[in-house]
């Protein structure tokens, strides 16, 4: 419960989790892009002194295609040999390289620390640069630039005589749109797409690191999809309890979930108090409105923006709706989705339990006409590859156990592993461990599930027969494809739909 700019936890007794006082958010985030900002950018750009031109590309090299350090000095070192010059251009190591890029005196790229908690003695900071700053750093990229919408673009195809609706862009949607129609005259909408993940640091998994990029709807796909194209905005804290029972207690729950929110708060509140920012886009002062379009997130994640009870103690675990854990499977069901209106009342009414909720306010509610509960997304890769391809095989292992016994299983893994070499295939020589597989592994069986499966089994009775089960696995697959096309029509939307 928020009060007197103060977090508390929802407790009747003083709780060691208490969250301190609410800091303002620094002047400076809200600052950099007025008008006044932009003029300076445009008088004054963004000069980096290199010692020359080879340096300059070398480096550009090394970073474009992330080359590691002994990799650059070869370079070097071969360059050195057969160049002829008494003085190398060349910086002495790729590692001297990386420290003037360091030093620089680059825009946009500085990063702040300040202290969201203290919890167990220990003081946890949130590692940030502004939202603003960030976008700034994208703009400064020239074939983003280039390339970025500024108006609502509407496709359509003509089919069989009928004109039907292309979907390929954000900017090609029905929201853009209805956004766009409701701006001030002379703004343009500007669409930021929020991921983030917590993730480990290194090969051994000793270290975390919560990241969160952003990114711009307004950049067509072809460029989104480059790494270049993401900005860093900063790593969220983790809270480590010293021990097992701080780590399943309530209070400490509730501090985790104050955090983020806090985090929420810094990172965002710049947006909602600005309405109108500026920036440059080929070289003119553009003014611009900000939207939070997509939140893209794996579910445990979803339900920390969403405020939502963790799946593996929730009765709803949905972000976006009020579907029963039990009617996930149901696809008959007239679901109801979650809003800011019935969730705030289930609050009210102290019935957030029932609505798998917690009862604390939500920063993103405060957005205008922004609903967390529709914009967050499960990003493909979680939702269809290591989410539900892998359930169908593990759901696939035990039928088949339960049918046929072990063998129909230690066929299928020897199929598996029988399959010669070939171009663009890699299987593992073990798959009996489905849990430690990779998107990319997981991806390569889908290629040969249905002729793996094939011809597996003779069914008899009211068991799933062989032939239901491969075209279980084809119509997964259609749907796979289908989702992964460039560009969508009105139609191809509502087949997707279930």
């Known amino acids: 419960m928020a009060t007197d700019g103060q977090y508390y936890l929802s407790s009747n007794e003083e709780s060691e989790y208490e969250l301190e006082s609410d800091e303002q958010v620094d002047e ?7 008008l006044d900002d932009v003029y300076q950018d445009m008088q004054n750009p963004q000069k980096v002194a290199w010692p020359n031109d080879a340096y300059r590309e070398f480096m550009e090299l090394i970073c474009k295609h992330r080359l590691p350090n002994s990799a650059g000095d070869s370079i070097i070192k071969f360059f050195d040999k057969f160049s002829g010059l008494n003085v190398s251009p060349l910086p002495t190591s790729t590692n001297i390289g990386r420290q003037f890029l360091d030093n620089a005196d680059i825009r946009y790229t500085s990063f702040k620390d300040v202290t969201i908690t203290t919890f167990q003695d220990i003081e946890y900071t949130l590692h940030y640069r502004p939202i603003i700053q960030a976008v700034k750093s994208l703009l400064v990229i020239d074939s983003i630039n280039q390339n970025f919408a500024l108006n609502y673009v509407k496709k359509w195809e003509m089919k069989n005589g009928i004109e039907h609706q292309i979907y390929e862009e954000q900017y090609n949607c029905d929201w853009w749109w ?9 703004r343009r909408l500007l669409s930021l797409i929020f991921y983030s993940d917590a993730t480990t640091l290194d090969h051994m998994g000793k270290s975390s690191g919560h990241p969160l990029f952003i990114s711009l709807g307004n950049i067509p796909n072809f460029q989104r999809n480059k790494p270049e194209s993401k900005a860093l905005v ?3 804290p983790i809270l480590k309890p010293k021990d097992n029972k701080t780590k399943n207690s309530d209070g400490f729950r509730k501090l985790q979930r104050n955090v983020f929110q806090r985090c929420l708060r810094v990172l965002i509140e710049p947006i909602l108090r600005s309405p109108e920012l500026y920036f440059v886009i080929r070289g003119e002062a553009v003014a611009f409105t900000p939207r939070i379009s997509v939140i893209l997130a794996d579910m445990p994640e979803a339900d920390k923006y969403t405020n939502v009870y963790q799946p593996s103690s929730s009765k709803r675990p949905c972000g976006s709706c009020l579907v029963l854990k039990n009617d996930l499977n149901n696809t008959e069901l007239n679901i109801l989705p979650r809003t800011i209106h019935n969730m705030k009342q289930a609050i009210e009414n ?25 914009a967050v997304v499960p990003d493909r890769m979680h939702m269809l590859d290591l989410g539900l391809f892998k359930y169908m095989l593990d ?12 063998w129909a299983v230690q066929t299928i893994e020897q199929r598996l592993t029988s399959i010669p070499r ?8 073990n798959v009996s461990d489905m849990t430690r597989m990779t998107a990319d592994e997981l991806r390569n069986i889908m290629k040969v599930i249905v002729i793996v499966l094939d011809n597996l089994y003779q069914s008899e009775g009211e068991e799933v027969n062989n ?3 491969c075209g279980v696995f084809h119509k997964f697959l259609k749907m796979y494809l289908a989702t992964r096309e460039e560009s969508f029509t009105s139609d191809s939307c509502d087949q997707l739909q279930v």
């Open 28 to 34: 400076e985030d809200y600052g950099g892009a007025s």
């Open 178 to 186: 209805q956004e766009e129609s409701n701006l001030i005259a002379d």
């Open 234 to 236: 900063a790593y969220l």
């Open 350 to 374: 102290d019935e957030a339990h029932e609505h798998s909720i917690h009862p604390e306010p939500n920063i993103f509610w405060q957005l205008r006409n922004f609903n967390i509960y529709q």
């Open 395 to 406: 759901y696939t292992k035990k039928l088949l156990n339960e049918q046929c016994g072990g």
């Open 422 to 429: 070939f171009h663009g295939l890699k299987i593992m020589k």
């Open 467 to 469: 032939e239901r089960l």
